[in-house]
């Protein structure tokens, strides 16, 4: 099976937290490791996986621009390669890239056509790929052209919430990416929120444990195999993915 996953949610909802442990989730389901990207150009998924990062796309595409541009062609292309195969940190069960911050208007467009082609044929070596979204996802569509196959929104219950949830799951029928099932992550919530026309996948309790590990800088691998938030996302996760 392959299943591409994004999460999305605003700044502090535990999207960088559900991400890690979706991706700790889904290690050892299938031989190749799983790849997380952290497209939140304040990326915190290296940290909450326990691994230090080389650099970002962002910092690849800023010294392709800062090349001299007479010296187009073979030279800088290589270069460009070889820094790819640095901003890629391997780890034990997954492989994480950083994007940085997204590209603005007046960047080099040949490295970012090269950055979005070289993204989607990595994408296509693993068979999960976990997508750690900034808060709005107005980017998600210049970031890959590959389908998603579930987007979780990650929102904590209340007024806030629910906005935030109504309000992304309308961009998300404005992308140009397109994403198979769209649903919400209750987040430090015993329960799910019902709201129309938006579909569940669960809820995942206050977890001590959870936020101790995150207190200390330490990783989701050091929390419980069977802590309440790793077993409530285990659930989603069965209950939502073709994991078989
Ligand atoms: N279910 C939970 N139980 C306890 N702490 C949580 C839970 N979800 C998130 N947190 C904590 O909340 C903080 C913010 O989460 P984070 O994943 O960084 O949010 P985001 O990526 O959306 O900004 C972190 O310290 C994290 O450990
Ligand atoms: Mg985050």
Not at 35 to 49: I, Y
Not at 67 to 74: K, M, R, V
Not at 80 to 108: I, N, W
Request: net charge negative; charged share 25%.
């Amino acid at each position: 099976m392959k299943a591409t996953i994004a999460v999305s949610g605003k700044g502090g909802a535990g999207k960088t937290t559900i991400s890690a442990i979706i991706m700790r989730e889904l290690i050892g389901r299938s031989p190749q490791a799983v790849l997380g990207v952290d497209a939140d150009p304040n990326a915190c998924l290296a940290m909450t996986l326990g691994v230090n990062v080389e650099g970002s796309i962002s910092d690849l595409r800023e010294k392709a621009r800062s090349q001299d541009p007479s010296n187009a062609g073979i030279d800088r292309l290589t270069s460009f390669e070889y820094g790819l195969e640095q901003v890629l940190t391997e780890a034990k069960g997954f492989d994480l890239v950083t994007m940085g911050h997204p590209e603005g208007r007046s960047c080099y467009c040949a490295a970012n056509n090269l950055l979005r082609k070289y993204l989607d044929k990595l994408a296509l070596q693993y068979s999960f790929v976990v997508m750690d979204n900034e808060a709005g996802m107005e980017h998600l569509s210049r970031r890959t052209t590959n389908d998603i196959d579930l987007l979780c929104i990650v929102a904590d219950p209340g007024p806030i919430g629910e906005i935030t949830v109504k309000r992304i799951s309308d961009l998300v029928k404005t992308l140009e990416t397109r994403v198979n099932k769209v649903g919400v992550i209750w987040n430090r919530a015993e329960d799910v929120t019902e709201l129309d026309g938006i579909v569940n996948l669960g809820a995942v309790p206050f977890d001590e444990q959870l936020r101790q590990v995150s207190m200390q800088g330490k990783s989701v691998f050091e929390v419980d195999k069977d802590s309440p938030a790793i077993s409530a996302v285990r659930e989603i996760l069965n209950q939502n993915l073709d994991l078989e």
